[in-house]
């Protein structure tokens, strides 16, 4: 029993080794081709927001795939990490003179405030199960998106200056900010002026950053338990397990991580609007997590990856592309569900798989 729980943990090692290399792989190449100026200016401005999804996808599978539960607000999330960094890092930029530090600060902001809301609203939510946590997240997303539409915020030498425009009769000149003033959100008009900060390297750290504590989780008794509710969660709780306590810890872990993705997003564009961070967009890294598999990190890097670019590799077919890309959807689900197409991969594969077997054997027979 403990041989065999051995080789399961070397095996998972080896599996998350060749994911953080295929990362990393993945950035030194287009890291050089950016360099010489080998990619196109569409795909130089997809880097970072490829890098974004890929968090939020890895940070869903979190929830959906690992923990079991249906969420549909994940948007939400991001949105407060976008614009509570974009708000740090226009009042600290005159403090802290070097960007990369202060694009750490607003994305260390943005997980904290997401964590937070993450908390207030795991809390009751969480009690709920299948298409009623569905649904309340999903109203989530939309309730944040309406408050922040009617969010003003302002910054001064006297500090931050905040006000709600639910009436529609108050705007920038509500906040009553100083000469050396800067109104930072501008309700429905969003953020704007905001200084990019953003970087392809940042959002790289991010990622790895999201793998190490994802695939970390789920390796420990903590996610080993988080994947008993999953499974059954009566058992689960029969044998001692603290529902709540495991549930919020998959649930704000996810949260934190989409607020940083979304700082990171919110400072990659120089204007931002809540509209951004719609139900579309919750569907959208949903659909990363489904397509990508559940419980699998790397399928959802892959998935985020692809069906980010795919888009605006299309757009040349501009009357057909979303038809294009819908096509190649249901193509792609149907071959990951066909037993026929995972049995091919598997002989593709095995040459591959019994190399890494015979060396763990031969370290084995050598120790």
Do not use: W
Not at 334 to 355: C, D, E, G, Q, W
């Amino acid at each position: 029993m403990a041989i065999e729980k051995k080789k399961g943990l070397k095996k998972a090692a080896l599996s998350d080794l060749i994911t953080y290399l295929g990362v990393t792989a993945v950035f030194v190449i287009m890291s050089l081709l950016q360099s010489r100026g080998m990619l196109s200016r569409s795909l130089s401005g997809q880097l970072v927001p490829i890098c974004c999804y890929v968090v939020m996808a890895v940070s869903l599978n979190l929830t959906v795939g690992v923990l079991g539960e249906l969420s549909l607000g994940h948007a939400g999330f991001m949105s407060v990490g976008a614009f509570s960094g974009i708000i740090a890092a226009m009042c600290l930029q005159g403090h802290i003179a070097s960007n990369p530090v202060l694009l750490l600060v607003a994305m260390v902001v943005g997980a904290f405030f997401a964590a937070i809301v993450g908390l207030l609203v795991g809390l009751p939510v969480l009690r709920l199960r299948g298409d009623y946590l569905a649904i309340v997240t999903l109203a989530f997303g939309e309730i944040i998106k309406d408050l922040i539409n009617c969010l003003l915020v302002g910054y001064d030498s006297r500090g931050l200056h905040f006000a709600f425009n639910f009436n529609g009769k108050q705007n920038v000149d509500s906040l009553n900010l100083a000469e050396d003033g800067i109104a930072i959100i501008k309700g429905a008009q969003g953020a704007a002026g905001t200084t990019k900060l953003a970087t392809f390297t940042a959002g790289f750290i991010l990622v790895i950053l999201a793998l190490v504590v994802v695939l970390n989780l789920m390796r420990s008794r903590s996610g080993r338990a988080i994947m008993a509710l999953r499974d059954n969660r009566i058992a689960a709780e029969s044998v001692g397990i603290n529902v709540t306590k495991y549930k919020l810890m998959a649930f704000v872990t996810s949260a934190a991580l989409a607020g940083a993705a979304g700082a990171l997003f919110g400072l990659n564009y120089s204007s931002l609007q809540a509209t951004k961070f719609n139900f579309d967009t919750s569907i959208l890294v949903l659909v990363f997590v489904v397509l990508g598999g559940l419980g699998n990190m790397r399928g959802s890097i892959i998935a985020a990856t692809v069906l980010t670019i795919l888009p605006e590799a299309l757009r040349e077919f501009a009357d057909y592309r979303m038809l294009v890309y819908a096509i190649v959807l249901i193509l792609v689900m149907l071959a990951t569900n066909s037993p026929r197409l995972k049995a091919m991969l598997n002989r593709a594969f095995s040459p591959i798989k019994r190399l890494f077997a015979g060396k763990g054997a031969e370290k084995e027979a050598a120790q």
